[in-house]
């Protein structure tokens, strides 16, 4: 095993910036910690499972995550989440500092906190599982671009309602 700590980047996150992305892997070579990018869920699969690093640093949000739960239930490797998605609900129900730079440093104080997972037949979730018009509002919302996140699936409710 190196010394490497994979870190998993969603480029099409919501407010990934590349300028952020190279602070990052600035500040991990100023504490000696060499990151290498991995953008596939194949090969962070492979990785997690063949060369076990200690930690998965994760540089994105919600979306990401839930992509590549199937890959983090097989491993027990811990994840620091650098949110940079839209809403970043899971990093808000964690405690996890909504700024990427913000959050690196959680590593150092080892702070682990546990998470439960579910399935429901072949797909797996964390923080939350819907139906009806939470998920029909929730689909929505990840689809538009609106200036107040959270507001945003207030207003988007309304629609909904006359369905439901």
């Known amino acids: 095993m190196n010394n490497s700590i994979p870190l998993f980047v969603n480029p099409y996150s919501r407010k990934f910036r590349l300028s952020l992305f190279h602070k990052i892997q600035r500040i991990a070579r100023e504490k000696g910690i060499s990151l290498t990018p991995v953008y596939h869920t194949d090969r962070l699969g492979d990785l997690l499972s063949k060369e076990k690093p200690p930690l998965l640093f994760v540089f994105g949000g919600d979306g990401t995550i839930h992509r590549i739960l199937p890959i983090l239930t097989e491993n027990s490797t811990p994840v620091l989440l650098l949110p940079s998605g839209l809403g970043n609900e899971l990093a808000h ?4 500092p909504l700024h990427p730079l913000s959050s690196f440093p959680l590593w150092e104080n080892g702070a682990v906190k546990k998470v439960c997972v579910g399935r429901i037949q072949k797909i797996w979730f964390i923080n939350s599982a819907g139906t009806g018009i939470d998920s029909s509002v929730s689909f929505l919302r990840s689809c538009r671009r609106l200036p107040l ?16």
């Open 149 to 164: 996140p959270y507001l945003g699936y207030f207003f988007l409710t309304f629609p909904f309602l006359k369905s439901f």
């Open 93 to 96: 129900a964690l405690g996890i």
